[in-house]
C-alpha cells in the first residue's frame, strides 16, 4: 500500500507570492494533518482536518488555510509569503484522526527568497 | 504550556544499546510517540505508548514510562549503523487535534 504522498517534494518561491501544497492520505485515511518543521526544529502543528471538516489550527497566522476533498486529500495554501515561512512541510494521516497515530509523508521543501 | 524535551545528540558504538530520553509537562498526556527522521525524509512512526502503560516491546526497540516524573525513553538494542536518525518523542492528550514535538535527538553510530 502506498504511504502518504505530497507534492511538489521542493518548491522554490519569492517573498509575496502564494503556494499550494498537496497531499493524497493512506488508503482509508480519513485525516489530515499538517505540520511545519523549521530546520533544527520538531514539527509544530498547523492544521488537522477529518471528514473534510476542520478539527484543530495551530499558532499560525491566517495565511495559511487548508481544505480537505471528498477524496481525503488536502492542500494546504500559503499567502503573502515570508522569508520565514521556508521550511518542510510535513502532511500527515490517520484512520479516524484525534486519537490515532499519524503516519507522515516525506514533506515538501518550500524555500521562499 | 505544553512542552517536551529531549537532549539534542547521542553518540553510541555500534553493537551496544541506545538509550534517548524524553520529558514532558502535560499531565493529560494519553499517548506518547517515538519517530524517526533520516536526512531528507519525513517522519516514521517507531512505535508508541499509552499513558496506562509502563513499557512496550518491539523487536529491537523498548520504551519505558515513568508517568509520575513525566519521563520517556527508547532503548534500541545491538545499535546499528542504518539506526542513524534524528529521533523526535511527541504526546497528545485524549481528544486534542495536535501532537507535541520535542526538538529531536541526533544519534550517531560511532565504529
Known amino acids: 500500500d502506498a504511504g502518504v504522498t505530497q507534492s511538489p517534494t521542493h518548491l522554490i518561491k519569492t517573498r509575496g507570492q502564494q503556494v499550494t501544497l498537496r497531499c493524497s492520505p493512506i488508503?482509508?485515511?480519513?485525516?489530515v494533518s499538517w505540520y511545519q518543521q523549521v530546520l533544527g526544529q520538531g514539527p509544530q502543528f498547523i492544521f488537522q482536518?477529518?471528514?473534510?471538516?476542520?478539527?484543530g489550527r495551530g499558532n499560525f497566522p491566517d495565511r495559511f488555510s487548508a481544505r480537505q476533498f471528498p477524496n481525503y486529500s488536502s492542500e494546504l495554501n500559503v499567502n503573502a509569503l515570508l522569508l520565514g515561512d521556508s521550511a518542510l512541510y510535513l502532511c500527515?494521516?490517520?484512520?479516524?484522526?484525534?486519537?490515532?497515530?499519524?503516519?507522515f509523508g516525506n514533506g515538501t521543501r518550500l524555500t521562499v527568497t | 504550556g505544553e512542552d517536551v524535551e529531549q537532549s539534542l545528540f547521542l553518540s553510541v558504538r555500534e553493537g551496544d544499546s541506545s538509550v534517548i530520553n524524553c520529558t514532558y509537562t502535560?499531565?493529560?498526556?494519553?499517548?506518547l510517540y517515538w519517530y524517526k527522521q533520516e536526512p531528507g525524509a519525513g517522519l516514521q512512526l517507531l512505535t508508541y505508548?499509552?499513558?496506562?502503560?509502563d513499557m512496550k516491546q518491539d523487536q529491537r526497540l523498548t520504551v519505558l514510562l515513568n508517568k509520575k516524573d513525566k519521563h520517556l525513553s527508547l532503548r534500541i538494542a545491538d545499535t546499528q549503523t542504518g539506526d542513524s536518525a534524528i529521533y523526535f518523542c511527541?504526546?497528545?492528550?485524549?481528544?486534542?487535534?495536535?501532537?507535541?514535538f520535542g526538538k529531536g535527538t541526533r544519534l550517531h553510530i560511532l565504529p
Open positions: 488508503s482509508g485515511h480519513k485525516s
Open positions: 500527515a494521516s490517520s484512520p479516524w484522526g484525534a486519537d490515532s497515530p499519524l503516519h
Open positions: 482536518y477529518y471528514e473534510k471538516e476542520e478539527r
Open positions: 502535560d499531565s493529560s498526556s494519553t499517548y
Open positions: 511527541a504526546e497528545k492528550s485524549t481528544g486534542d487535534d495536535k501532537i507535541i
Open positions: 505508548i499509552f499513558s496506562n502503560m
